[in-house]
């Protein structure tokens, strides 16, 4: 076992006052914590096969495509408005700390196919739903959400409730 928040700097009033941010740099750097975070969440995946995984950009990107690597699924991007340079949906979010919008090409993800979703940070929870959103209107199933930590008084499990989450630490 891996005590992870050694690997978590956590920085005050980034970037606003008030944030505390987490930050997973010292965690990319150190190979051995990011074999234990991507060993973790395969270890308490649903057994069925996983077509693609989502990665939230663009910190969600790193352990997204070291999970579809390693489940021999296709890797699919959610974009910052913007980004993507084929046909997108859209959906607007907030998040801790702004808002934004988020996009998905619309042919990344098929009907019916099983869809792990993964960010770095659930904090308020409003990334999340909006990439679990997209997922779903292009008519995907989505078999887990999970995140490297929680900030847990923000209660951003409640936005994906009716998902099954994993998440490795949390704060
Ligand atoms: N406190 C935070 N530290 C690091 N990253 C954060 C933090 N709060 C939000 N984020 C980033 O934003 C989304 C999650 O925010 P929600 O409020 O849950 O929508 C995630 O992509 C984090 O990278
Ligand atoms: O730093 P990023 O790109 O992961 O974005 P955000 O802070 O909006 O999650």
């Not at 150190?30 to 649903?46: G, I, Q």
């Not at 659930?122 to 989505?142: D, H």
Request: charged share 25%; glycine share 6%; hydrophobic share 45%.
């Amino acid at each position: 076992m891996l005590d992870l928040e050694k690997y978590i700097r956590v920085v005050p009033d980034f970037p606003k006052k008030g944030i505390s941010y987490k930050d997973i740099s010292p965690l990319l750097m150190h190979p051995e914590a990011v074999e234990f975070c991507v060993d973790e969440f395969v270890k308490n995946l649903p057994t069925m096969q996983i077509d693609k995984v989502v990665g939230v950009e663009s910190r969600g990107f790193f352990f997204a495509m070291l999970l579809a690597q390693k489940l021999k699924a296709g890797f699919v991007p959610v974009r910052k408005k913007g980004k993507l340079p084929y046909k997108v949906l859209q959906e607007a979010y907030d998040l801790e700390y702004g808002n934004d919008w988020l996009e998905i090409h619309q042919d990344a993800i098929l009907p019916n196919e099983n869809v792990l979703v993964h960010d770095d940070v659930l904090a308020t929870g409003g990334t999340a739903r909006a990439a679990c959103n997209l997922v779903k209107r292009l008519e995907g199933e989505i078999v887990q959400c999970n995140f490297l930590l929680e900030i847990k008084a923000l209660n951003g499990i409640e936005q994906i409730k009716q998902y099954p989450t994993q998440v490795l630490l949390s704060y």
